[in-house]
């Protein structure tokens, strides 16, 4: 049996090779970092461990490998991403696992060091402080498209106790669940996995969006997403889906083709302040939408994302957390990149009709 004394050196020398690890990767440069754009103010992570050389970049074009036979799956369970799973957050549907190459780290000593990294002064580097966690569906065989209203129903409760996870963790501003689905929306891996990330920044989009709510709450004493939600239900023209509580249509300045958002019908900013009961009837719109854009468009690439308060942010009756759901149908080109003027050739109202036929 361990003494108390005992007890601090053991830890005491898993810090030490905890330590080591971290200088060492410090010396080749490898951690990631926020570096801050000098000129638009705009954050970016750097991951200099996730990809070294050219070849790197080359986009997977399947799960097989060269000679064509199927690669064993990173994901299922039994993998070793498996056994690094966090066992309080395993349930008969989903595991939960620390990303292996994290945008932002929780280890508080890791973060510490690297905000040294740049003295020069001229540039601004943050210690990219937070989580990155992968949300895997334990069945390979299913996917975005065929999840059950249980699966749905799980993977929301699980980003819940994430969020609330990282609501105590202090470093944290932000949570941001994401899901990649299909090689051009960013999924490298077929198994069905969603992301969440936990940042000590707030996304630069989020920042937008709260700065045009505000705005829109000083001059109509309303919050948009319940005024969107009730002119919409009137016009009748970009409806999707609708139940009790929850509300989805085609975005009217879509950024992209077949763009749908969900909202909550009633007012609430924060994703992780929802009960059980709205998060089944989440889940069951999910599975509505999704059914429909499967259908309609053959099963797309595509991303959705929750978007929510700022994690230190209390109530607001101005911001209003929603989902919006992205099908990846076609790329933006140089315009779009460099002047941020979307040009989305899919109307949403036609969108709306073709997904309702
Ligand atoms: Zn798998
Ligand atoms: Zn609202
Ligand atoms: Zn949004």
Same mark, same amino acid.
């Given at each position: ?181 299909? #090689?051009?929306?960013? !999924?490298?891996? /077929?198994?069905?996995? $969603?992301? =969440? +990330?936990?940042?000590?920044?707030? %996304? ?32 009748? #023209?970009?409806?999707? !889906?609708?139940? /009790?509580?929850?509300? $989805?249509? =085609? +975005?009217?300045?879509?950024?992209? %083709? ?100």
């Amino acid at each position: 049996m361990l003494t108390n004394n005992s007890h601090c050196v053991a830890e005491h020398t898993h810090c030490a090779v905890i330590l080591y690890v971290i200088k060492q990767a410090l010396r080749r440069g490898r951690v990631p970092q926020l570096r801050q754009n000098i000129i638009t103010g705009e954050w970016v992570v750097i991951t200099p461990e996730r990809s070294q050389r050219p070849h790197d970049f080359k986009i997977p074009s399947s799960h097989k490998n060269e000679s064509g036979t199927e690669k064993p799956c990173v994901f299922c369970v039994g993998s070793p991403a498996y056994q690094t799973r966090i066992h309080t957050y395993e349930s008969n549907i989903i595991y939960v696992i620390p990303n292996k190459y994290p945008a932002f780290v929780e280890n508080p000593e890791y973060c510490s060091m690297r905000s040294k990294i740049d003295p020069s002064g001229f540039y601004t580097t943050m210690p990219s402080v937070g989580g990155h966690d992968v949300v895997i569906v334990k069945d390979h065989d299913c996917d975005i498209y065929s999840f059950s209203t249980g699966i749905w129903t799980e993977l929301f409760l699980m980003t819940k106790r994430r969020y609330e996870h990282w609501r105590e963790n202090r470093t944290c501003d932000y949570s941001m669940m994401i899901y990649n689905h299909g #090689v051009p929306a960013g !999924a490298s891996i /077929d198994h069905p996995h $969603a992301q =969440t +990330f936990a940042s000590n920044i707030i %996304p630069s989009y989020i920042i937008k969006e709260i700065k045009g709510s505000k705005k829109y709450y000083n001059s109509h004493k309303s919050c948009v997403y319940c005024d969107l939600i009730v002119y919409e239900q009137k016009q009748k #023209v970009r409806i999707v !889906a609708e139940n /009790d509580l929850f509300f $989805a249509c =085609t +975005f009217y300045a879509a950024r992209f %083709p077949y763009e749908v958002w969900v909202l909550p019908k009633h007012h609430q900013s924060h994703f992780d302040s929802e009960g059980q009961r709205t998060l089944i009837e989440l889940a069951q719109i999910m599975h509505v939408v999704f059914e429909k854009i499967g259908k309609t468009l053959n099963n797309p690439p595509l991303n959705f994302y929750i978007h929510d308060s700022p994690t230190r942010d209390g109530e607001k009756n101005y911001y209003h957390w929603h989902i919006e759901i992205t099908p990846r149908l076609s790329h933006y080109g140089g315009y779009e990149i460099e002047s941020e003027v979307v040009i989305d050739v899919q109307s949403p109202e036609n969108a709306a009709e073709y997904l309702n036929s």
